[in-house]
């Protein structure tokens, strides 16, 4: 597949623009060679884009069908079917972690965020939120529910942003309007309290301070 003649499958446009928002945020050429997991991956648009790029891609997904459409898409990507509410299986350590999407179909986000922080320099995170003013310590629901059968209908946002940025690391949000979907929902929402709101939250993780340091060495090389 010709990088130009890539179309994304779901909700084109929103893919193409956070696909677009993410490269302005890295240097040119910076996931060349790169590793990176995707979590989630549905039909594969965004780490599928991405291993155009030159990088070595590793897709999962919980569902026969989402696992199998990856598969046939791209067939020199690794995939792997398994649910993402499980122990970690994968490799012991990525350049980039894609976790977008996915945060609010677990069962227990805490241990997903900080478990793939281990793993990785840079985690990318997107996730539905509830708006939620203060802090909100959630339950991790305990009850039993097949996420790779029942295909995500017991998802819920039962967090709120407050509680996903005191499990991250080095982290930047971004509420920015060019991530916006029409039908997906916004990111430059402003919190209000709001408990029946949901939205959507954009973060970066620059774990290993990668991009801190690229950009001091691009600034001293300008």
């Given at each position: 597949?010709?990088?130009?003649?890539?179309?994304p499958?779901?909700?084109?446009?929103?893919?193409?623009?956070?696909?677009?928002?993410?490269?302005?945020?890295?240097?040119?050429n910076?996931?060349?060679d790169k590793?990176?997991?995707e979590?989630?991956?549905?039909?594969g648009?965004?780490?599928?884009?991405?291993?155009?790029?030159?990088?070595d891609?590793?897709?999962?997904?919980?569902f026969?069908?989402?696992?199998?459409?990856c598969?046939?898409?791209?067939p020199?990507?690794?995939?792997?079917?398994?649910?993402?509410?499980s122990?970690?299986?994968?490799?012991?350590?990525?350049?980039?972690?894609?976790?977008?999407g996915?945060?609010?179909?677990?069962?227990d986000?805490?241990?997903?965020?900080?478990?793939c922080?281990?793993?990785?320099?840079?985690?990318?995170?997107?996730?539905?939120?509830?708006?939620?003013?203060d802090?909100?310590?959630?339950?991790?629901?305990?009850e039993?529910?097949?996420?790779?059968?029942?295909?995500?209908?017991?998802?819920?946002?039962?967090?709120?942003?407050?509680?996903?940025?005191?499990?991250l690391?080095?982290?930047?949000?971004?509420?920015?309007?060019?991530?916006?979907?029409?039908i997906?929902?916004?990111?430059?929402?402003?919190?209000s309290?709001?408990?029946?709101?949901?939205?959507?939250?954009?973060?970066?993780?620059?774990?290993?301070?990668?991009?801190s340091?690229?950009?001091?060495?691009?600034?001293?090389?300008?």
């Amino acid at each position: 597949m010709n990088i130009n003649d890539y179309e994304p499958i779901y909700h084109k446009q929103w893919v193409l623009d956070r696909i677009n928002f993410i490269k302005k945020m890295f240097p040119d050429n910076y996931f060349k060679d790169k590793s990176i997991l995707e979590l989630g991956s549905c039909w594969g648009d965004i780490g599928g884009y991405f291993s155009l790029l030159g990088a070595d891609v590793t897709m999962v997904n919980g569902f026969d069908f989402y696992y199998e459409a990856c598969k046939n898409r791209f067939p020199n990507v690794k995939n792997i079917k398994h649910d993402c509410d499980s122990e970690w299986i994968y490799d012991d350590h990525y350049d980039v972690i894609f976790h977008m999407g996915l945060l609010y179909h677990l069962r227990d986000p805490k241990k997903s965020l900080i478990e793939c922080q281990k793993h990785c320099d840079i985690m990318i995170l997107e996730t539905v939120v509830s708006d939620f003013l203060d802090f909100i310590e959630i339950i991790p629901r305990t009850e039993d529910i097949n996420l790779c059968q029942d295909q995500g209908l017991n998802a819920e946002a039962n967090f709120s942003a407050d509680f996903v940025e005191k499990y991250l690391i080095n982290y930047t949000r971004y509420d920015d309007s060019s991530l916006n979907g029409k039908i997906s929902g916004n990111y430059n929402w402003t919190a209000s309290g709001n408990s029946g709101f949901r939205g959507r939250r954009f973060w970066i993780c620059d774990i290993k301070n990668q991009l801190s340091n690229l950009t001091n060495s691009l600034l001293k090389n300008s």
